[in-house]
T-cell receptor, first 115, second 109 residues
């Protein structure tokens, strides 16, 4: 399988639940990203990992907890979310960050609904 | 913060041309990207401009004027499959990528 794969594609959870989103890339990229996409709003960068190390946390609430065990896998652990966290969560990867950064390759996203 | 503006919606007829404008105000500039996103799908890369001028790629062209903080994406010979959201994104002086809210293009027969 090629590209960036996200699971699950759809998730409905209550505010007290704990769930995780998974992202996997088979492109040999070293950098991975989580973005939040809400209707009619710009994509919001949440986290960046470069060679498994977190290099960016864009003031994201602690109820979102990322994990990057290796350069090919990225998780977003969710707990005690709020209804306003309902959105499309997009994972992306690229060959590097900073001055060497190139085009992002996105996954299809995980549509999250918080009840 | 970064400010990237693009129209919310545009409608055009099959076979026509549509131009999507994007204006930006960012702290530094290291390139401008256009992505296409069909409903329920991943955004996919369309074009990249870092120098002033026009980049042509088949039916799609992208233009950049750094002095004006302005870009446009030109879609020619529109097809029904071009109905999608088009995202303008700017890489700033710290090489961080900021996105506009996207322009939804609807192509009518």
């Amino acid at each position: 399988e090629t590209g960036v794969t996200q699971t699950p594609r759809h998730l409905v959870m209550g505010m007290t639940n704990k769930k995780s989103l998974k992202c996997e890339q088979h492109l040999g990229h070293n950098a991975m990203y989580w973005y939040k996409q809400s209707a009619k709003k710009p994509l919001e960068l949440m986290f960046v990992y470069n060679f498994k190390e977190q290099t960016e946390n864009n003031s994201v609430p602690s109820r979102f907890s990322p994990e990057c065990p290796n350069s090919s896998h990225l998780f977003l652990h969710l707990h005690t979310l709020q209804p306003e966290d309902s959105a499309l969560y997009l994972c992306a990867s690229s060959s590097s960050t900073g001055a060497g950064a190139n085009v992002l390759t996105f996954g299809a996203g995980s549509r999250l609904t918080v009840l | 913060g970064q400010n990237i503006d693009q129209p919310t919606e545009m409608t055009a007829t099959e076979g026509a041309i549509v131009q999507i404008n994007c204006t930006y105000q960012t702290s530094g500039f290291n390139g401008l990207f256009w992505y296409q996103q069909h409903a329920g799908e991943a955004p996919t890369f369309l074009s990249y401009n870092v120098l002033d001028g026009l980049e042509e790629k088949g039916r799609f062209s992208s233009f950049l004027s750094r002095s004006k903080g302005y870009s446009y994406l030109l879609l020619k010979e529109l097809q029904m499959k071009d109905s999608a959201s088009y995202l303008c994104a700017v890489r700033d002086g710290d090489y961080k990528l900021s996105f506009g809210a996207g322009t939804t293009v609807t192509v009518r027969a």
